[in-house]
Structure formats: structure tokens, C-alpha cells
């Protein structure tokens, strides 16, 4: 059973308004999903509604371990170093020997590139650079999960590149990943499949290549017509 998330029925509303409607599917272990959808379609909301951060009103979400999300916002802390930021969570909430996490955190930093930036605060960092120091602070809990929210979204567009590298990266160790982007070109690249949402529910489930070359319904082909790649 390599199955790590089983979505089942899973139906959320604000209030009187279904955001999520009936949404199924599973994911194996080692898997990239990528979810992509006109704005407000439910992306961030199906995100959260996996990661634990929202309710769910009906239906199931079975999850083999525990998730990382990494966000737009870089949401680090600011008055504490990078590596400070990337021991936090290890030590206060994981209760691990400070030495293990410090040597894993620098491990990180060295992948992401980041080594000489281990005592810089996050006023002293790029956004891309922020955003690799979030991707490891999410990695550094050892998550079966890794969820992205459109994280390049907020980025300079040469800052966009460094931050998905870092993405396909992952993809290469085998990490289990549901990446939301608008980044065409890179979804096509790293997906194993394609889920599109539209008005709260999948439209389409399927693989890249037939998602990009050969759309199923219309409302993905006028979704795609959208972007230029
Ligand atoms: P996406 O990430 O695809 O842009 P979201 O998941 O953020 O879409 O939002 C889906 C829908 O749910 C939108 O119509 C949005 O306005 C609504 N929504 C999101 N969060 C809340 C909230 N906390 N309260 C009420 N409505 C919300
Ligand atoms: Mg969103």
C-alpha cells in the first residue's frame, strides 16, 4: 500500500458557499500532483483543507503521516537568523538534540545554496532566498507531504528560477509533493499528473502531456489559452 493521501468526497463551504465540491482523489508515495485553476477556484483552500488548517464540512481526507506547507509569504521569523528560524520548530516542537538539528540545518542550507547565509536575518535575504529558507524550514520536520502555495508568486521573475530549482530538486529525491503555480512551463516539467480545479471542483485528473497538449474539456483549453509557454 504506497497510497500516503486519500481524498474522499471532501466538500467544504464558508459559510453557505461550497468552495470544495466532492473532491476525490489519491496520491502515492513519491508522487508530484500539480494543481493548477483560475484564481479562486479552491487551490488554497483544498491545500489547507489536506494540511489540517481548515475543517472540512463533509467527506474524508486520510493522510499517512504528517504535512510541510511552504506559502507565498515567506512567514520567517524576523528577529532570528536563519538557522535560528530553521531550529525553532525541530527543537521546541520535535524535542531533537540541538546539535542533529544544526547539523541537518546546515546540511539544507548547503543544497538550497544558502550556506553563507546561515546567520543573516531575513531583512538581509532576497525574496528567493527567503523563500529557500522556508522550503527548508518545512523539510527540516521530515514531512511525508510537502504542500506548495503558489510560492514564486510574490517573486522578482529572476528569482522565480532559483526557487523552483530547488522544487525539481525535490522531485528528483523522491519526495511526495502537491504543488500549486501558475509557473505552465515548470508544471509540465515536474508533474506526474495534473489535477485542474475550476469553481471547487476537478475538472480534469490527468497527465501532463495530455493536459497541455490535448485538454479534455473546454474549460481547460480556455484556462490554458490564458497563458503563453
Ligand atoms: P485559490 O487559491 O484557487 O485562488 P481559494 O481557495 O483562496 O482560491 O478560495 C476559494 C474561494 O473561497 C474563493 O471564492 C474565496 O473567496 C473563498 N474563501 C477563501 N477563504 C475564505 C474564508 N476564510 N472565508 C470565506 N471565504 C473564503
Ligand atoms: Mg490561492
Keep these: 500500500m504506497d497510497e500516503i493521501l486519500k481524498i474522499e468526497h471532501l466538500t467544504k463551504k464558508y459559510d453557505d458557499i461550497t468552495v470544495l465540491n466532492d473532491i476525490s482523489f489519491t496520491v502515492k508515495k513519491g508522487e508530484v500532483i500539480v494543481i493548477v485553476g483560475p484564481s479562486g477556484c479552491g487551490k488554497s483552500t483544498l491545500l489547507r483543507c489536506i494540511n489540517g488548517l481548515e475543517g472540512i464540512n463533509d467527506g474524508k481526507v486520510d493522510i499517512q503521516g504528517k504535512t510541510g506547507m511552504v506559502f507565498q509569504s515567506y512567514e520567517l521569523f524576523p528577529h532570528m537568523s536563519v538557522l535560528q528560524n530553521l531550529m525553532l520548530a525541530p527543537i521546541k516542537v520535535q524535542k531533537r538534540k540541538k546539535d542533529e538539528v544544526k547539523t541537518e540545518a546546515l546540511q539544507l542550507l548547503e543544497r538550497v545554496g544558502l550556506s553563507s547565509k546561515k546567520d543573516n536575518y531575513p531583512r538581509q535575504l532576497s525574496g ?33 528560477r532559483e526557487v523552483l530549482d530547488v522544487i525539481l530538486d525535490l522531485a528528483k ?52 489559452k490564458t497563458f503563453e509557454f
Design 128 to 160: 528567493g532566498q527567503k523563500q529557500r529558507v522556508a522550503i527548508v524550514r518545512a523539510l527540516i520536520m521530515h514531512p511525508e507531504i510537502l504542500l506548495f502555495d503558489e510560492v514564486t508568486a510574490a517573486l522578482d521573475p529572476e528569482m522565480v
Design 173 to 224: 529525491q523522491d519526495k511526495t509533493m502537491l504543488i500549486v503555480t501558475h509557473e505552465m512551463a515548470f508544471a509540465r516539467a515536474i508533474a506526474d499528473r495534473v489535477i485542474f480545479l475550476d469553481g471547487g471542483e476537478i475538472v480534469e485528473d490527468t497527465l501532463p502531456r495530455e493536459f497541455f497538449d490535448a485538454p479534455h474539456t473546454d474549460r481547460a483549453k480556455r484556462f490554458l
